[in-house]
C-alpha cells in the first residue's frame, strides 16, 4: 500500500510541474498525464513484471488512433541518407508494424554519401502500404520527380494510405504525381515557394505540415519532426516522448543557422549558387526530353 502511495505521490508532482498552457502550432507541448491515469498507472507499476509490460504499456498508451501494419520508405539512387534514416527510425518504433525500404529499380542503392543500402523489396511488388514516406535527396530526386511509373505508383499506393508523406525534396516527387495541388505543404527551403507552386500546393512556410492525410517537411532533419508529429498523431503524446527519450532527441546545435533567416547573407547566397549549378541543367534536360 505505501509502494503505490508513494508512486501516486511522486506521479502527481511531476504531473503538475507539467501543467502549462498549449503552446502554439509546432512548438513543444507538455505531455500531462490526468490524476486517474496517473493512479492505474501507479497500480500497475506497483505489479509491475517482465510478464504483464504489455498490459502496462496498453494502459499507459492507450489504443492508437489507426491500426497502421504496413509502412514503407521509397530509397534510390542519391537519396538522402538522413531523409531515409530519421524516419525509418522513428516510425519504426511503431508497435507489431513491419518497415520496409522499397527500391525503385532491384537491387542496392547508393546514398547521396555513397552508403550502400539493402532494399527489403521494389515499388512493383508492392500493392498496399498504411504509411508512404518519399525522401529527397539531389539528382536521384529531380530524376523521380520526372518518372512517370514511378508516379504512377505512388497514385496507387496512396488510395490505400492513412498517412502519405515526404521529407525535404521529396516533396517534389509526390507534388509531381498531383496529390499535393490545393493542399498546404512544405519542402526544402532551396527555391521552396517556386517548387511547390509548379506543383500547385500552398507553401506553408512550416517546419513541417499536414494537411488531412499529407504530411510533409522542410530539409533532411525536418523529416524526423514530421514523423514524431505522425506518431504523435497515432499513439499520442507520452508515446512520441517515449520514443524521443530513446532517441535523447533535444537538439543544441553550437551555432545558430539551419534556416535561411538564421543563416550569413553570404553562406545562404554560396549554398544557393551551389544548388543551382546542379538542379538548373538537369532539370532544363529532363524538361526537353519530356517534350
Not at 508515446?239 to 532517441?247: K, N, R, T, V
Request: proline share 5%; with cysteine; glycine share 8%.
Amino acid at each position: 500500500m505505501n509502494k503505490i502511495f508513494s508512486v501516486i505521490l511522486l506521479i502527481s508532482l511531476l504531473s503538475a510541474c507539467n501543467k502549462s498552457n498549449p503552446s502554439s502550432e509546432h512548438q513543444p507541448q507538455k505531455v500531462v498525464m490526468s490524476d486517474e491515469d496517473s493512479l492505474k498507472l501507479a497500480k500497475e507499476i506497483a505489479n509491475f513484471s517482465p510478464d504483464n509490460h504489455v498490459n502496462t504499456m496498453e494502459l499507459f498508451f492507450g489504443k492508437p488512433k489507426f491500426d497502421i501494419k504496413t509502412i514503407g520508405i521509397l530509397v534510390y539512387d542519391g537519396v538522402n541518407d538522413l531523409d531515409v534514416m530519421g524516419p525509418r527510425y522513428v516510425l519504426g518504433q511503431a508497435m507489431g508494424v513491419k518497415t520496409k525500404l522499397i527500391s525503385i529499380k532491384p537491387g542496392n542503392i547508393k546514398t547521396v554519401m555513397g552508403v550502400e543500402i539493402v532494399p527489403n523489396t521494389v515499388i512493383d511488388s508492392v500493392s498496399q502500404l498504411d504509411i508512404l514516406i518519399i525522401p529527397g535527396g539531389f539528382t536521384g530526386t529531380i530524376e523521380a520527380a520526372y518518372d512517370k511509373g514511378l508516379h504512377d505508383w505512388i497514385r496507387r499506393i496512396d488510395k490505400t494510405t492513412t498517412y502519405t508523406g515526404a521529407v525535404c525534396t521529396g516533396v517534389w516527387v509526390l507534388g509531381a504525381t498531383g496529390l499535393l495541388e490545393n493542399k498546404r505543404a512544405s519542402t526544402n527551403w532551396y527555391r521552396e515557394e517556386e517548387f511547390l507552386k509548379k506543383y500547385k500546393a500552398i507553401p506553408a512556410n512550416e517546419r513541417y505540415t499536414q494537411d488531412g492525410k499529407y504530411w510533409t517537411s522542410a530539409g533532411v532533419t525536418a523529416g524526423m519532426d514530421m514523423s514524431l508529429a505522425i506518431m504523435k498523431d497515432i499513439y499520442g503524446d507520452k508515446y512520441a516522448q517515449g520514443i524521443m527519450l530513446d532517441m535523447e532527441y533535444d537538439p543544441h546545435p553550437p551555432i545558430e543557422g539551419g534556416t535561411p533567416e538564421n543563416t550569413n547573407w553570404s553562406v545562404n547566397w554560396m549554398m544557393k549558387a551551389m544548388y543551382d549549378g546542379g538542379v538548373n541543367p538537369l532539370i532544363e534536360k529532363l524538361e526537353k526530353e519530356k517534350k
